[in-house]
T-cell receptor, first 107, second 115 residues
Framework: GIQVEQSPPDLILQEGANSTLRCNFSDSVNNLQWFHQNPWGQLINLFY???GTKQNGRLSATTVATERYSLLYISSSQTTDSGVYFC?????????FGTGTSLTVIP | NAGVMQNPRHLVRRRGQEARLRCSPM?????VYWYRQLPEEGLKFMVYLQKENIIDESGMPKERFSAEFPKEGPSILRIQQVVRGDSAAYFC?????????????FGEGSRLTVL
């Protein structure tokens, strides 16, 4: 199956800092999503972004499908941004998840 | 507009018992997926179903696990004769379409603990 690698695996930020999370995938995909799993375990949809750039408040994402990567930008981080960020890609049969980036934002 | 509904949220079973997890997809969604998440790990695909059909069960263990999505009612993930290694969070997701418009929406998960 397709390989999905996320980096960095862990990230600690001071509140107010910016960060970039990366997702690399090994084959072409039809769909790509970013999720935030909060400390209570809920999976929250952030972006559905098979290609291009999208923005939602302090978050934005860019997928370059031809180069097989996606980036998630978090600006002016807040403690509520803490949790695990997952990238999931669908090459046509199912969604494959990366192992996630664990983000801790400290006040 | 209700989201994906899963129940129970928490389930405790003793070894050898059966666990049944239920998932009602979002209104208008006919595609259901089940994923398993072990502690400190990512989500692993188990099975993809449409109404009355199993489309892809390549992630399902060969024994003790089964899934269905009947014409009426929720999708059911059934685990027979549970063992401690089955302890995990089981997430259900639904989507309205396959292919290029198949955004996934997840439920809050069912957390199974096997004693």
């Amino acid at each position: 199956g397709i390989q999905v690698e996320q980096s960095p695996p862990d990230l600690i930020l001071q509140e107010g800092a910016n960060s970039t999370l990366r997702c690399n995938f090994s084959d072409s995909v039809n769909n790509l999503q970013w999720f935030h799993q909060n400390p209570w375990g809920q999976l929250i949809n952030l972006f559905y972004i098979p290609s291009g750039t999208k923005q939602n408040g302090r978050l934005s994402a860019t997928t370059v499908a031809t180069e097989r990567y996606s980036l998630l930008y978090i600006s002016s981080s807040q403690t509520t941004d803490s949790g695990v960020y997952f990238c999931a890609v669908d090459p046509g049969n199912q969604f494959y998840f990366g192992t996630g980036t664990s983000l801790t934002v400290i006040p | 507009n209700a989201g994906v509904m899963q129940n129970p949220r928490h389930l405790v079973r003793r070894r050898g018992q059966e666990a049944r997890l239920r998932c009602s997809p979002m209104k208008g969604h006919s595609h259901v997926y089940w994923y398993r998440q072990l502690p400190e790990e990512g989500l692993k695909f188990m099975v993809y179903l449409q109404k009355e059909n199993i489309i892809d069960e390549s992630g399902m263990p060969k024994e003790r696990f089964s899934a269905e999505f009947p014409k009426e009612g929720p999708s059911i993930l059934r685990i027979q004769q549970v063992v401690r290694g089955d302890s995990a969070a089981y997430f259900c997701a639904s989507s309205p379409l396959r292919g290029r418009s198949g955004e996934l929406f997840f439920g809050e998960g069912s957390r199974l603990t096997v004693l």
